[in-house]
């Protein structure tokens, strides 16, 4: 009887120890699965806004929990945002907004109306009366320092007048160290002297020049209240190595008033020369701003022909500048006298007085 009822407990106890391994099997085997889908369900239920609380065998998986980590894992569920690592990132700093460009002052008022019949008077030479009916004048002396330039030049009566800058020669040669003597006084005294604007005659380059250090001196003119008007050989400076990327950069710049390209080489040509190097005519279709498109040519009795050219490439035309000259102008104003110079009265040695 005693080993009856000691196997009947042993048996008991087997039995009681198999169930219950596998009651915990099945449970560990009903954890691993539930965990190995919690990532996906609990992004769900984040997703959903159903909560932050995830435990499958609730009746509701979703739960917000109390909105607490702690009050969710104590109740034996997973806490979503540390599973997924759902630290919210730290924002970036707003983008700030794009800065504008300052605005482009407008260029001062032009007292020319309709079609430009404009001359390039020699300084040297006397000067030109230019061809019947002109408005418009460049006192041409060749040079690029602005010193030189002023000093050899005058407005002529009656004509809106450009002072020239530059030529086609060494006296006309520009480098970035000349272009630095430009100064804001000099072209004040520009403006007071009564020239309209500033004929940049660009043919010749000591070096490679920049784009941005004309723009600087077009700029500046502008707000001195000064018309920037640029001219060169054909249709880019024929000696600067950055010739073309030169007029390109003249074409966008809303700084500059007129495009000049010179339709000759030597200026007693018979007929226009179109010949066009690294820029194409065409590209004068896309002048910025309010530019004006003024072709210099070597005589008016040419300009008939060159409207129609380049109407036909649909580059609009604004009149013309002739190179040849026409009669001679009114003598240049007489230079001021020069202040007298003190008296010296004879006093006792030693001393001197100043009448």
Not at 205 to 232: D, K
Request: aromatic share 10%; glycine share 10%.
């Amino acid at each position: 009887l005693k080993l009856q009822f000691l196997y009947l407990i042993d048996r008991t106890y087997t039995q009681t120890y198999s169930l219950t391994m596998k009651a915990a099997m099945a449970l560990l085997a009903l954890a691993v699965g539930a965990r190995a889908q919690t990532p996906a369900q609990c992004a769900e239920c984040v997703a959903s806004g159903a909560g932050e609380c995830f435990q499958p065998n609730w009746a509701v998986p979703c739960y917000p929990g109390g909105r607490s980590q702690s009050t969710c894992e104590g109740a034996g569920a997973t806490w979503c945002p540390a599973l997924l690592d759902m630290t919210p990132p730290t924002p970036a700093p707003p983008t700030p907004p794009p800065t504008s460009a300052p605005p482009v002052p407008p260029p001062p008022p032009f007292d020319v109306d309709g079609e430009i019949a404009g001359f390039w008077s020699w300084t040297w030479s006397g000067g030109s009366a230019g061809p019947a009916g002109a408005n418009l004048a460049v006192s041409f002396s060749g040079w690029a320092d602005g010193e030189q330039a002023l000093s050899s030049s005058w407005v002529h009566d009656g004509h809106v007048t450009f002072l020239d800058l530059g030529g086609g020669n060494s006296n006309g040669a520009w480098s970035a160290q000349q272009i630095a003597g430009l100064t804001r006084d000099w072209m004040r005294r520009v403006k007071a002297t009564g020239f309209a604007g500033i004929a940049w005659d660009i043919e010749v380059c000591s070096g490679v020049i920049a784009p941005a250090v004309f723009h600087e001196r077009f700029v500046m003119a502008r707000e001195e209240g000064l018309i920037n008007l640029v001219s060169y050989s054909h249709s880019k400076p024929y000696a600067c190595s950055n010739g073309a990327e030169l007029v390109r950069a003249w074409i966008a710049d809303p700084y500059v008033d007129m495009q000049s390209p010179q339709l000759y080489t030597s200026g007693r040509e018979a007929r226009p020369d179109f010949i066009a190097h690294g820029v194409q005519w065409s590209e004068f279709r896309n002048m910025a701003g309010n530019q004006r498109f003024v072709p210099s040519i070597a005589n008016v009795a040419q300009y008939e022909e060159v409207e129609a050219y380049f109407k036909r490439r649909e580059v609009p035309i604004h009149g013309y500048i002739q190179w040849q000259q026409g009669g001679r102008t009114t003598p240049r104003p007489p230079s001021p006298p020069p202040p007298p110079t003190p008296a010296v009265t004879a006093v006792p040695a030693g001393q001197v007085t100043l009448e």
